[in-house]
């Protein structure tokens, strides 16, 4: 069966300091992966996504970036983060297939405090 | 006007009532209609995929009415565990990544 790991789980950072967020999943190949942020009381936000290595979009101008190094594997960086970084964020992944509906899963998510 | 749109709740209901949410999308080409549950500080999970003809799975029943634009999520029953935020998601046609938007959520709190 598929998973997904995310961490670290709780994460307290000052302003201006670097960020690397790591996101795997297991159990299958060629996922579509994503970054999502949810700020308190406010809804997911797309960050960003990946249909394949190397490849991302991003959905919003911000102080981030992702890679994909791997085929399962999500980064999400920040050379300098602001005051407004502060989030929950959370990897998911999904798998098309024909005729399938496509379903997206979360991994546990880290939550981000900028200090 | 957003994308995807929940009232924002929150619905307190004592346990063993039905209770329904609502939830509008605006992209009329919209192809793909989710249910998830959240808990506080924990990430979504999915409920139940929502279908044309709608679908039930125990207690949960959801529905989709595209002449409105809306989906539907009625809980019977309401047990103290079905207290979170249930958030819907839509996934619009086109793009490679046919992306997912998602409600800001309705919080569900089922009283004793």
């Known amino acids: 069966s598929q998973t997904i790991h995310q961490w670290p789980a709780t994460l307290v950072q000052p302003v201006g300091s670097p960020l690397s967020l790591e996101c795997t999943v297991e159990?299958?190949?060629?996922?579509?992966l994503y970054w999502y942020r949810q700020a308190a009381g406010r809804g997911l936000q797309l960050l960003f996504y990946?249909?394949?290595?190397?490849?991302i979009s991003s959905e919003v101008p911000q102080n981030l970036s992702a890679s994909r190094p791997q085929d399962r594997q999500f980064i999400l960086s920040s050379k300098k983060l602001l005051l407004s970084d502060s989030g929950f964020y959370l990897c998911?992944?999904?798998?098309?297939?024909?005729?399938?509906?496509?379903?997206?899963?979360f991994g546990s998510g880290t939550q981000l405090s900028v200090l | 006007r957003k994308e995807v749109e929940q009232d924002p709740g929150p619905f307190n209901v004592p346990e063993g009532a039905t209770v329904a949410f609502n939830c509008t999308y605006s992209?009329?080409?919209?192809?793909?209609f989710f249910w998830y549950r959240q808990d506080c500080r924990k990430e979504p999970k999915l409920l139940m995929s929502?279908?044309?003809s709608g679908n039930e799975d125990g207690r949960f029943t959801a529905q989709l009415n595209r002449a409105s634009q809306y989906i539907s999520l009625l809980i019977r029953d309401s047990k103290l565990s079905d207290s979170a935020t249930y958030l819907c998601?839509?996934?619009?046609?086109?793009?490679?990544?046919?992306?997912?938007?998602f409600g800001t959520g309705t919080l569900l709190a089922v009283q004793p």
């Open positions: 998911a992944w999904s798998v098309e297939a024909p005729g399938a509906v496509e379903k997206l899963f």
């Open positions: 929502v279908y044309s």
């Open positions: 992209n009329s080409a919209s192809q793909s």
């Open positions: 990946s249909v394949g290595i190397g490849q």
């Open positions: 998601a839509v996934r619009g046609y086109g793009g490679a990544t046919n992306k997912l938007i």
């Open positions: 159990g299958t190949s060629n996922p579509n």
